[in-house]
C-alpha cells in the first residue's frame, strides 16, 4: 500500500456521504491487497515489480479550462458530439453539441447524483482499482438515453502533466436500450507516464504515474 495514498487521502475528496463511503470502502480494501505482480498473466510483460509507489502522491487541483495543447489537440476533431477534459484527474472542462444534447446526452460528476442514480462498480478489482476507486477525484458519467444515435464520438481526453502525481480517473459509460454512441480517449502525459491500471468494461479504472 502506498503510504501516499491513504484512507485518509481518500477522505479529503469532496463528494457525498455516498461517494464517500464508497471511496473509504475501496480505500480500507487497497490496505489489505498486495500489489500486482508479473507473474499474473495480465502483467506479464509489464515492468509492475519496477513502480516505487512511495514516490507518488496525489494529484494537486488544476486551474478549470482546456490547457492550450489539449485545446491543439483536439481541434482536428471538428465533428463531435462532445468533449471532456480531465487534467491530473479532475474534471476542467465539458461540451456536448447541439446533437448530443437534443438527443439528451448528459456528462455528470457522480457527485452531483444520488446514490440511487450512480453506476455501481464492478466487484472485483486489483490494488490499483481500488486505488482508483477511492482517489479519483472527479468520477464522471455519460448518460446516453435509450434510442439516442450519435453520428460523432464523444472525446475524453485524459492529460497528465503535474510531476511525480499518481493521477485516476473514472468514467463510466451508461448506454440506454438501442442506444449507438462511440468514445475517443485518449490519455496523454508530459514527461515519462506509466500505465498503473487496466480498462475494465464500461466502467474502466484508469491512472497514470507521471515523473514528468
Not at 41 to 69: F, I, K, M, N
Not at 184 to 204: D, F, H, L, M, R
Request: proline share 10%; charged share 20%; with cysteine.
Amino acid at each position: 500500500m502506498p503510504s501516499t495514498l491513504t484512507p485518509d487521502a481518500a477522505a479529503a475528496l469532496d463528494g457525498p456521504d455516498w461517494l464517500s463511503a464508497r471511496r473509504a470502502d475501496a480505500a480500507a480494501l487497497a490496505v489489505e491487497t498486495a500489489p500486482p505482480s508479473p507473474s499474473e498473466e495480465v502483467w506479464r510483460y509489464s515492468r509492475v515489480a519496477e513502480l516505487e509507489l512511495d514516490r507518488y502522491h496525489p494529484a494537486t487541483r488544476p486551474a478549470d479550462g482546456v490547457p492550450p495543447a489539449v485545446r491543439a489537440l483536439v481541434e482536428p476533431i471538428a465533428d463531435r458530439a462532445g468533449l471532456v477534459v480531465l487534467r491530473n484527474g479532475w474534471l476542467v472542462h465539458t461540451d456536448l453539441s447541439e446533437e448530443a444534447t437534443a438527443a439528451g446526452v448528459t456528462i455528470t460528476a457522480l457527485a452531483d447524483l444520488g446514490s440511487d442514480a450512480a453506476p455501481p462498480e464492478p466487484e472485483s478489482f486489483d490494488l490499483f482499482g481500488l486505488l482508483g476507486v477511492a482517489h479519483a477525484p472527479s468520477p464522471l458519467l455519460i448518460d446516453v438515453p435509450a434510442g439516442a444515435v450519435l453520428a460523432h464520438p464523444l472525446v475524453v481526453v485524459e492529460w497528465v502533466d503535474e510531476a511525480d502525481a499518481a493521477v485516476f480517473t473514472r468514467v463510466h459509460v451508461r448506454l440506454g436500450a438501442d442506444a449507438e454512441a462511440r468514445q475517443s480517449s485518449g490519455s496523454c502525459a508530459v514527461g515519462n507516464t506509466v500505465p498503473a491500471a487496466e480498462k475494465i468494461g464500461a466502467s474502466p479504472p484508469v491512472a497514470a504515474l507521471s515523473s514528468a
